[in-house]
């Protein structure tokens, strides 16, 4: 049963992008690169190209933030999933840490989960290997060469210590 586990069936707890102003930004910039690219073919002049390309770029890179509705990341009762990442199983796990960084003028909550074991053999379902068109947009994941997986909370829609605790929780039974 566990080899059926896809990221659209997961079951569980799950989290999801906030459905707050964060999408505003990506809509902002696609409409600019929309008008840098209507304003390049007009005159003629190539910098309103590269002007258009950058904008698209970002709007591309931050198309999943506009997911709302999709478990970004959560938990079952095999381990913690993350999304373009896979399935960790509980046992895999050492540690899961919420950790405060301060950021210039804010303070960002990273989920910092910890491995006890290799990355190969502490996945249930690796979801890694994504199509070629979803390579250049936004992970909800980062891993360290010390076999940490850190997870931004900030962009998703429950509170970080909320996350936090349900992952602790689930994890100290789970394992057991």
């Given at each position: 049963m566990v080899a059926t586990l896809d990221e659209g069936n997961v079951g569980g707890y799950s989290v999801a992008y906030g459905r707050d102003?964060?999408?505003f930004p990506v809509y902002i910039t696609a409409a600019l690169a929309a008008v840098f690219l209507t304003t390049a073919w007009i005159t003629?002049?190539?910098?309103?190209l590269?002007?258009?390309a950058a904008a698209a770029g970002f709007a591309y890179y931050n198309i999943p933030l506009l997911d709302t509705g999709r478990p970004t990341i959560g938990a079952n009762q095999y381990g913690i999933f993350i999304q373009a990442f896979g399935l960790i199983r509980w046992r895999a796990i050492e540690r899961i840490d919420l950790a405060e960084i301060a950021e210039r003028a804010m303070t960002v909550h990273e989920l910092q989960i910890m491995l006890s074991t290799p990355l190969g053999s502490a996945l249930v379902?690796?979801?890694r290997k994504q199509p070629i068109y979803r390579l250049p947009m936004r992970l909800p994941w980062r891993m360290d060469h010390k076999g940490v997986v850190r997870v931004n909370l900030e962009p998703f829609d429950r509170p970080?210590?909320?996350?936090?605790?349900?992952?602790?929780?689930?994890w100290r039974y789970y394992r057991s």
């Amino acid at each position: 049963m566990v080899a059926t586990l896809d990221e659209g069936n997961v079951g569980g707890y799950s989290v999801a992008y906030g459905r707050d102003d964060t999408y505003f930004p990506v809509y902002i910039t696609a409409a600019l690169a929309a008008v840098f690219l209507t304003t390049a073919w007009i005159t003629g002049a190539i910098y309103w190209l590269a002007l258009a390309a950058a904008a698209a770029g970002f709007a591309y890179y931050n198309i999943p933030l506009l997911d709302t509705g999709r478990p970004t990341i959560g938990a079952n009762q095999y381990g913690i999933f993350i999304q373009a990442f896979g399935l960790i199983r509980w046992r895999a796990i050492e540690r899961i840490d919420l950790a405060e960084i301060a950021e210039r003028a804010m303070t960002v909550h990273e989920l910092q989960i910890m491995l006890s074991t290799p990355l190969g053999s502490a996945l249930v379902a690796d979801w890694r290997k994504q199509p070629i068109y979803r390579l250049p947009m936004r992970l909800p994941w980062r891993m360290d060469h010390k076999g940490v997986v850190r997870v931004n909370l900030e962009p998703f829609d429950r509170p970080p210590d909320e996350i936090h605790r349900t992952f602790l929780r689930m994890w100290r039974y789970y394992r057991s």
